[in-house]
């Protein structure tokens, strides 16, 4: 999971926050029980025992900075906290610089105000919190089996449109030399 979780990383950070916010709840849902953890998830990797034993220890200590962070019942680790503020800083740049990523933004902007609509005062965060909201909802929705509607899967389109253009854009960024 560990190696899952870097490659996502290294390749499309907006999947790589969606993956860790997936495992967020993978351990909340064991309510950060580690032995039940060991049983329940690792146990069930067709791997090696040295693996497993690789994997536990990603598993725990994902589980020990939710505790350090007090986010095992909600809430998000700091790390990607920080990262989705980068993205948003990303994007209200490219929002001023870059006339194709408005375009894109233009196309996801009425679902935006439609989350924050319906969302009746509650602060759902940035615009960029709000398209992963978006993005890990619908994946939610399809692993509880729970039908999609046409709606959620226009709005996560655009979504995803406005995260694969941030994470290019952030990759491309982090790639370059330091001078």
Avoid at 3 to 28: C, F, G, H, P, T
Avoid at 48 to 58: G, V
Avoid at 130 to 141: A, E, F, H, Q, T
Wanted: hydrophobic fraction near 35%.
């Amino acid at each position: 999971m560990k190696s899952v979780a870097e490659n996502k990383k290294s390749q499309n950070i907006a999947e790589y926050i969606i993956y860790m916010y997936q495992m967020e709840d993978l351990i909340r849902s064991y309510q950060g029980n580690p032995a039940e953890i060991k049983q329940y998830v690792v146990e069930k990797y067709p791997v090696s025992e040295e693996e497993k034993a690789e994997i536990s220890d990603w598993y725990l200590s994902l589980l020990d900075e939710m505790n350090a962070q007090k986010i095992l019942e909600k809430g998000h680790l700091e790390e990607l906290n920080q990262l989705v503020g980068e993205l948003a800083k990303i994007h209200w740049n490219l929002l001023k610089t870059d006339g194709t990523y408005f375009e894109a933004y233009s196309k996801v902007k009425p679902f935006i105000l439609d989350a924050v609509m319906q969302a009746e005062g509650k602060d759902l965060g940035n615009e960029i919190q709000i398209c992963l909201n978006g993005i890990y909802g619908l994946l939610l929705c399809r692993l509880l089996g729970k039908k999609v509607s046409d709606d959620q899967l226009k709005s996560a389109e655009a979504y995803g449109d406005v995260l694969s253009y941030l994470s290019r854009y952030y990759h491309t960024v982090h790639s370059l030399p330091e001078n």
